[in-house]
């Protein structure tokens, strides 16, 4: 599969990557445009803006759908614009910088030395602009609703409405053609999140990677996610085993493993034991009870006179 554009709706397009199977977004108004996620490194950055040029000139913002390294390394051939998150700027570098530390390292161990140094050598661009709970951007002619998400796929999901056109960018909560990644996730709250947001019923939906898909796909992926979650549920109130969840789940084994380490990773640790109380002592060694007695003097006339 080469790089290509899909248009799903009038000036809706969809940008697929060979690199990790990504999709990137572009929605285009009369005044502006909004590009969502920028790519891996700032190569790919820069070949993401070159493809939009050829589409339109129109000053872009930018939006990402949460702070994995492949949403949001590219940023840097974007130069200065409003780049929009649901985390702050404070959050993006510091975790973005333990990724890109990982990921070359990942790189060189599979001996792709020169896909190491280009995540290496890639500027961090945070987020600039805030999003807490939903933002309207009107693009002119367009408004694009940009809304947090709550827990998830991670903590800071974001997902962008395109309501004229009917589609929604649904970020990494959805993926079509591989099974969703549960490293970092919160397996309880990632079903409720997506039924709530398919609620207007989109036409299209855009996954985080793979083709995109209809409200019907979506919809069945909610149905897994959300059998996934009652897996883990039983599996932690011992109505299931482990095995059990592994042998009859929706995504296969090496997912499922994943989901129910990270129940067990979120699940408090149990209270500590209240102290127990010290043994009575021994009747033996208790205190005698100190008896009074009160003294009358009194005579008992038992004439009856």
């Known amino acids: 599969m080469s790089n290509r554009w899909i248009e799903v709706a009038p000036r809706v397009w969809v940008r697929r990557l060979e690199e990790l199977d990504q999709t990137l977004g572009l929605v285009i108004g009369d005044d502006s445009c909004l590009v969502i996620d920028t790519g891996i490194n700032a190569e790919a950055g820069y070949e993401f803006a070159t493809a939009i040029r050829e589409k339109t000139d129109l000053p ?22 409003a780049i929009w998150a649901v985390a702050d700027g404070a959050h993006y570098v510091g975790f973005g910088d333990e990724q890109r530390k990982a990921w070359a390292a990942r790189y060189r161990r599979d001996g792709r030395e020169e896909d190491a140094r280009r995540i290496a050598r890639t500027k961090l661009v945070p987020p600039n602009c805030r999003v807490n709970g939903a933002v309207g951007l009107n693009l002119g002619g367009r408004t694009v609703v940009l809304r947090q998400v709550g827990l998830a796929h991670s903590d800071n999901d974001l997902v962008i409405e395109v309501p004229d056109a009917g589609v929604l ?3 990494d909560l959805l993926e079509n053609g591989a099974p969703p990644s549960y490293d970092g996730a919160f397996p309880y709250e990632w079903p409720q999140a997506v039924e709530y947001l398919l609620s207007w019923k989109p036409q299209v939906v855009v996954p985080g990677h793979g083709d995109p898909a209809d409200y019907w796909w979506a919809r069945a992926q909610a149905r897994d ?13 011992g109505f299931l085993t482990e095995a059990e969840a592994l042998a009859h789940n929706p995504f296969g084994e090496a997912t499922m493993k994943s989901a129910l380490k990270r129940c067990k990773e979120l699940t408090p640790p149990p ?20 008896i009074v007695y009160d003294i009358f003097d009194y005579n008992v006339d038992l004439t009856g006179r």
Do not use: I
């Not at 872009?60 to 614009?81: C, L």
């Not at 996610?225 to 932690?236: N, P």
């Open 225 to 237: 996610l959300a059998e996934m979650a009652r897996l883990c549920s039983e599996v932690a109130q």
């Open 60 to 81: 872009w913002q930018v939006v990402y759908t949460h702070d994995h390294f492949d949403h949001w390394f590219g940023t840097s051939a974007f130069g200065e614009s």
């Open 169 to 171: 960018f649904a970020g």
């Open 271 to 290: 209270p500590e034991p209240a102290p127990q109380a010290s043994a009575p002592a021994s009747a033996a060694t208790l205190p005698q009870p100190v």
